[in-house]
């Protein structure tokens, strides 16, 4: 049960960053023996944005995070949470390097993996934090450079492009415009090998105890489809009921961007119009854990998502693990600009996007 008397945690800012260079289904023709159009009919994307040698995915969440703070009326935070399944080191965590970078030492900071799923756990994670009294604000960012970990040979490696998200929760009451309603969370670990890097980990170290033998990430993609479609749906209805909302009074859905058929086929089962579902896939592909925050920070800059309409976030990814919530749009700050550079002169971004 909701303790009614705890703070609600408010969404204050938000920001993203895409590195500059954007591929096309037509240079991955010749590496994947597929056609544009095959590609695009298959999972609604055209280009996704790729991080250049050099650049990880803890830089493009220090740009993210600092345009997510600038946004904001908070400005220091006292926690850092961020959601990756592509993390600079496998040890030891990204988050207390972003914190740091963006002049946060001393913070509570820590990682969280949920592969695509990572930014709504990470919004739980956010509120348990601010509901205990343990931070009054907290950054949650999801970041993922994929395209380093997928299998250039591998057709589903035309799914993932790079990216990272962010938005500033700050301490409120329940009934401001941008507090988050509960988030519904669940895993089922029977399908850990439906999405999966096998390699690198204690389980393979254990068994061979020398270099791992497939360090790729590996999706079953026909079989994830249903699953994601199943459980984003459930979840969805979960947080609707526990937020006292109909779907006729859903405004705007910000889902997951992992298909373009999978978006269509959660507004149907719903019963929420297609145009209500938000999406820019085509444009960025599968950015995974940042894929909600950053169509959260376009939409808001395109006008698709104004104050006062009534959203709900959905995300499904390995573990298997999936999560939804809602929030009401607060009317937020404007950007600082329509593209930006890390100040320190890292991670180039741009925030280019064709609402679809």
């Not at 909701?2 to 969404?11: E, H, M, T």
């Not at 749906?233 to 526990?242: E, G």
């Not at 909302?245 to 992992?258: G, N, T």
């Not at 376009?298 to 573990?319: I, M, N, T, W």
Request: charged share 20%; hydrophobic share 40%; with cysteine.
């Amino acid at each position: 049960m909701r303790d009614q008397r705890a703070p609600a945690s408010v969404l204050a800012g938000v920001g993203s960053c895409l590195p500059p260079r954007r591929v096309a289904n037509e240079e991955l023709v010749e590496r994947l023996g597929r056609s544009p159009e095959w590609m695009f009919q298959r999972s609604g994307i055209r280009f996704r944005h790729v991080v250049e040698p050099g650049t990880s995915s803890g830089d493009l969440a220090v740009a993210a995070g600092r345009e997510a703070l600038a946004r904001s009326a908070v400005g220091g935070v006292a926690a850092v949470v961020v959601a990756t399944s592509s993390p600079d080191r496998p040890c030891p965590g990204t988050a207390p390097s972003v914190a740091s970078r963006l002049g946060m030492t001393g913070v509570t900071a820590l990682d969280v993996q949920a592969v695509c799923a990572g930014f709504v756990y990470g919004l739980g994670v956010a509120q348990g934090l601010i509901a205990a009294g343990t931070s009054d604000s907290v950054l949650v960012i999801g970041t993922d450079v994929l395209s380093l970990s997928v299998a250039p040979d591998d057709p589903t490696s035309m799914l993932f492009g790079d990216g990272a998200g962010a938005v500033v929760l700050r301490s409120g009451h329940r009934e401001e415009p941008g507090a988050l309603g509960p988030c519904v969370l669940g895993s089922d670990g029977g399908g850990r090998d439906l999405i999966t890097v096998r390699g690198g980990g204690s389980e393979e170290r254990s068994l061979r105890g020398d270099i791992p033998a497939d360090s790729y990430l590996r999706l079953e993609g026909q079989e994830v489809f249903w699953r994601a479609v199943q459980h984003m749906t459930s979840a969805s209805r979960a947080a609707l009921d526990a937020a006292n909302w109909k779907p006729q009074d859903v405004e705007r859905v910000v889902p997951h961007q992992a298909n373009g058929r999978i978006t269509s086929m959660l507004a149907e089962r719903l019963g929420i119009t297609a145009e209500s579902a938000l999406s820019n896939i085509e444009q960025v592909g599968n950015t995974s854990a940042a894929s909600i925050p950053i169509l959260l920070d376009q939409a808001d800059r395109a006008g698709s998502l104004k104050p006062g309409h009534r959203v709900l976030l959905a995300a499904f990814g390995g573990g298997l693990a999936w999560g939804a919530t809602t929030l009401v749009w607060p009317d937020l700050a404007r950007p600082t600009s329509p593209a930006h550079t890390d100040s320190l002169g890292e991670a180039p971004c741009t925030t280019s996007w064709s609402a679809s």
